[in-house]
């Protein structure tokens, strides 16, 4: 024990880390009604670092090769000591990173978090969700089985609606005329390099933006539960008397990720054929496409929506013009009341838009 | 004294910057290129050649030509159909069903004839044809 005093102590002259624990960590308050729902963020920064040591762990084995990518993947699974686990680990998380996500961006749009002056907190949220989606998009041919080999035909052939660009940028994503031997290479690089190193500078941006403004207050509890920022300087939203991160809030983080873990573990040992399916053991066929072939859970909805509509492009349309309002709902919605329930005509909005993506996501399965 | 300085330093960072931008896009052109511009695929470039005696009528032959899925049918009247095997949906290979005697693309029930014309679903247009003659009992398709 005096050992690690003595190393701390060394540490610490250095550095004045006994500063940063007091100040920044027991000396950082949270709001008196802070609530579970605010552990998510560090739900899944937990989950992102599990990706990226269960990626690092297949890309030991693993090859992005048209020819090696299945046999290599059937390598991971049946010869390498728990190698079936990492790569479920794998699989299952990326689909409960995206779950998360979210949970994570449902709980700020409720209690009214993403409104001023957290207008840039909410957009690098958002963008994080769309990095979120490709990364999963780009890691889910890696594997080139049939559904992966044509749920990647599909989603990059929705980009060939758009006027005038659409051919070329499907090239351009495909590195061909379809998907083969150039795209596995190009979604390799964007998985394992570019879109991983965008995820981590913008979790730092987020993170950076988080500090700067303080944490919002959630509006349950408080009888004046609307937004106090004046619009007029910049102000740190403090907290006095509020709960110290460390070590009260961190034990709900911990609390969280227990939680999340035991959730996570369910799908790993009890259903891991969910995240892959029978058609995911055969190995990529150019000329043939699978009958009822079905893309991930997280892009039903979308696949629904492009079914639904005569028109591709009105189809594609349709989708960018919801995502867009998403994004820009902080610079939309310039009311200042958080609570829900004060706000009923925002609240059937969100909860209406909510169950019409989990509508279409479940028609889509089903159809 | 200090203003002209002031100026001096700016007009050199400008210069810097200016000079930065070009390096940058100076880079990054080959750079995009390099990304963006897809090699050629040579495989099947030009013509396929299938016997006629090959094919079977009432049934669908696939092959690969020029990078794409493509498709050749002996229809009932003994008449030839090659066609493209991508549906112009999404992108899907289109199967052929003996017993109906059309195409199904699986991914979104698209169904064309053997002509490649679009019978119901959600194609937007028919299946591009594909031109081939027949000499000597041989197809030559391209």
């Not at chain 1, 690092?56 to 991971?76: E, G, R, T, W």
């Not at chain 1, 009890?270 to 997280?298: C, D, G, Q, R």
């Not at chain 2, 030509?65 to 008449?79: M, S």
């Not at chain 2, 549906?87 to 199967?95: A, E, M, S, Y």
Request: proline residues 6%; charged residues 15%; contains cysteine.
């Amino acid at each position: 024990m005096e050992f690690f005093k003595t190393i701390y102590n060394w540490i610490d002259v250095r550095l004045g880390t006994h500063e940063i624990i007091t100040e920044k960590r027991t000396g950082y308050l949270l709001p008196s009604n802070v609530n579970a729902w605010y552990s998510l963020g560090s739900v899944l920064l937990f989950i992102f670092t599990l990706q990226v040591i269960t990626g690092m762990l297949l890309m030991l084995y693993y090859v992005p090769d048209i020819d090696k990518a299945f046999d290599s993947v059937s390598f991971i699974m049946t010869e390498i000591p728990l190698g079936r686990l990492v790569r479920l680990f794998h699989a299952v998380g990326s689909s409960m990173m995206l779950l998360v996500l979210l949970l994570h961006m449902f709980s700020v749009l409720f209690m009214g978090s993403y409104k001023s002056p957290r207008e840039l907190h909410w957009l690098s949220g958002f963008f994080l969700l769309l990095l979120a989606m490709g990364i999963s998009l780009t890691g889910y041919l890696l594997p080139w089985n049939q559904l992966s080999f044509w749920a990647t035909t599909v989603a990059t052939d929705c980009v060939s609606s758009i006027p005038f660009l659409g051919e070329s940028l499907v090239e351009m994503l495909r590195g061909g005329k379809q998907v083969g031997i150039h795209t596995i290479g190009r979604f390799y690089t964007l998985h394992v390099g570019l879109l991983p190193a965008f995820i981590a500078i913008l979790i730092g941006i987020h993170l950076f933006l988080i500090q700067r403004t303080g944490v919002s207050t959630p509006p349950f509890g408080l009888e004046d539960s609307s937004n106090k920022w004046q619009g007029e300087h910049f102000e740190y939203e403090e907290h006095p008397g509020g709960v110290p991160f460390f070590p009260n809030f961190f034990l709900q983080d911990m609390i969280s990720i227990s939680l999340y873990l035991a959730c996570f573990m369910v799908f790993v040992f009890f259903f891991p054929n969910m995240f892959i399916p029978s058609t995911s053991y055969v190995p990529a066929n150019p000329l043939v496409t699978p009958s009822h072939i079905k893309p991930e859970w997280y892009f039903l909805a979308n696949y629904q929506t492009l079914k639904l509509f005569p028109s591709e492009i009105i189809g594609l349309t349709v989708q960018a013009v919801a995502m867009a309002f998403l994004a820009l709902l902080p610079f939309i919605d310039r009311g200042a009341e958080k609570h829900p329930l004060k706000r009923p005509l925002f609240t059937v909005c969100a909860i209406g838009g909510i169950l019409l993506w989990v509508g279409m996501t479940l028609w889509g399965l089903y159809s | 004294m200090e203003e002209s300085r002031r100026k001096f330093i700016n007009v050199c960072l400008g210069g810097i910057a200016a000079l930065g931008v070009t390096a940058f896009a100076a880079v990054s052109y080959p750079v995009v290129r390099y990304y963006l511009i897809p090699p050629d695929d040579k495989k099947n470039k030009g013509k396929i050649t299938i016997p006629l005696a090959a094919l079977v009528v009432g049934e669908a032959r696939f092959f690969e030509f020029n990078g794409t899925a493509a498709v050749v049918v002996k229809k009932q009247d003994g008449n030839l159909a090659v066609l493209s095997a991508v549906c112009p949906h999404l992108g899907c290979i289109v199967q052929w069903e003996t017993e109906r005697q059309d195409f199904l693309c699986p991914c979104h029930a698209g169904y064309f004839t053997a002509d490649g014309a679009v019978i119901s679903g959600p194609p937007p247009r028919a299946l591009a044809k594909i031109p081939f003659t027949v000499t000597n009992d041989v197809v030559t398709i391209g």
